[in-house]
C-alpha cells in the first residue's frame, strides 16, 4: 500500500530547510523520482559537477 512517505519525508525536510531559512536544496533525483520532486517544486537541471582535492 502507497503511503507517500517519499513526500511526507521531503516535505518535513523542506519545511526544516524554509524554518531555518535555507534558501537552495540540491538533489539528484532517479526517473523513479523526478516526478514527485517537479510536483514538489523542484526545477530539472544537467547539472554537471566537479570537486577535486577533498
Do not use: Q
Not at 524554509?18 to 537541471?45: C, M, Q, W
Request: proline letters at 2%; aromatic letters at 6%.
Amino acid at each position: 500500500r502507497r503511503k507517500r512517505l517519499a513526500r511526507k519525508l521531503t516535505t518535513t525536510i523542506l519545511d526544516w530547510c524554509r524554518a531555518n531559512n535555507i534558501r537552495t536544496v540540491i538533489l539528484h533525483a532517479s526517473d523513479d523520482g523526478r516526478a514527485l520532486y517537479e510536483s514538489l517544486g523542484f526545477k530539472p537541471t544537467n547539472e554537471m559537477r566537479l570537486e577535486i582535492g577533498r
